[in-house]
């Protein structure tokens, strides 16, 4: 049995430049792990088969699921002939914008390609990656980078200046591709990219809560209006700066001192089932 951790990212910084013939649109984002993760655990089997075992109702347990999509493109890239069950603990909220199914995907990337001896590097691992989902090369690299392309290419960053992140996520579930559907291109007011890369790298806490920025707000404000009142009352209760991650409709609070942590945690409470306090991971993922 292996166990890999598999752990949520957030947006700092997501830009959508243009859409693209192919549908998809051209992105520059700054993204980075926080330790909210689930736990995979990977056990080969020798009959072939590919089996989901989830407590979580939510998680689809076929081949919906990204981690079930990660095992079927190794074993027909690679003509593995064993099966692999694969336990999922979910801890990431779903359908939030915190790339859950996405890690849980690059976590059983990187464990089979243990389990099995493939000795893939993790560059390989991060291009397979890549055709499972936009975000999930991120997930297989972990720690701070800057996605661009449709979010596949991936350009490593240092670790952000050390802060706590309070994550709360309203009681709706939303859809990635319903919210870039929604999104005008023309007009839009986008973050400065440039900026925030130069806190990460001159560790400028300041600088780095006056660069944060999402255009894919805009939509996910229209679609759900409570999502703007919770980044409200993150603020009231503390928060330095705040902002939706992904596609939402989870929002994130950055906060220095941990005797604030506290105070906006038990605040949102008040109102927000699924509210965390967690860690910036910053640095890189290793090979499981
Ligand atoms: C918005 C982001 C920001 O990190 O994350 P989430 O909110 O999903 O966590 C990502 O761009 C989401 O990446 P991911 O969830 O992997 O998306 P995919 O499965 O590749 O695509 C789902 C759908 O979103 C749209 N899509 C996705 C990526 C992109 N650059 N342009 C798009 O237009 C497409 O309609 C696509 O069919
Ligand atoms: N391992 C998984 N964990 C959670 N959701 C998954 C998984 N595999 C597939 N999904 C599907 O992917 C959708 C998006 O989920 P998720 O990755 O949690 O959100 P997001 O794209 O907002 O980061 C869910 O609605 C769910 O049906």
Redesign the pocket.
């Known amino acids: 049995m292996l166990y890999v951790k598999a752990p949520a990212k957030i947006?700092l910084t997501?830009d959508v430049l243009y859409k693209r013939p192919d549908?998809?649109?051209e992105?520059e984002?700054v993204?980075t792990t926080v330790d909210l993760a689930d736990r995979i655990s990977l056990e080969s089997r020798e009959d072939g088969v590919i089996e989901i075992i989830s407590t979580d109702n939510f998680v689809p347990n076929d081949h919906r699921n990204f981690a079930y999509q990660a095992a079927r493109l190794i074993k027909d890239t690679y003509g593995i002939r064993q099966g692999v069950s694969i336990t999922i603990e979910k801890e990431i909220p779903i359908a939030a914008?915190?790339?859950g199914g996405?890690s849980d995907a690059a976590a059983t990337l990187k464990g089979l390609n243990e389990l099995w001896n493939l000795n893939l590097s993790i560059d390989e691992l991060a291009e397979l990656g890549a055709k499972i989902?936009?975000?999930?090369s991120f997930c297989v690299y972990g720690g701070t980078a800057l996605a661009t392309g449709?979010?596949e290419k991936i350009q490593e960053l240092p670790a952000p200046p050390s802060c706590w992140v309070v994550l709360a996520k309203p009681k709706i579930g939303v859809s990635?591709?319903e919210v870039?559907?929604g999104l005008k291109v023309e007009g839009l007011e986008h973050p400065n990219t440039k900026q925030m890369i130069q806190a990460i790298e001159t560790d400028n806490y300041e600088l780095l809560c006056a660069s944060l920025g999402n255009v894919?707000e805009t939509v996910t404000f229209k679609l759900h209006p409570e999502v703007i009142m919770l980044k409200e009352q993150m603020r009231r209760f503390g928060a330095d700066a705040t902002l939706m991650s992904?596609?939402g409709p989870t929002v994130f609070g950055l906060v220095d001192s941990e005797a604030r942590v506290s105070r906006i945690y038990n605040g949102l409470r008040g109102f927000c089932e699924e509210v965390y306090a967690v860690r910036i991971l910053g640095e890189r993922n290793t090979l499981a």
């Open positions: 947006n997501l549908n998809y649109h992105v984002m993204m914008g915190l790339a996405s989902g936009s975000d999930v449709r979010g990635t591709a870039y559907g894919l992904g596609s």
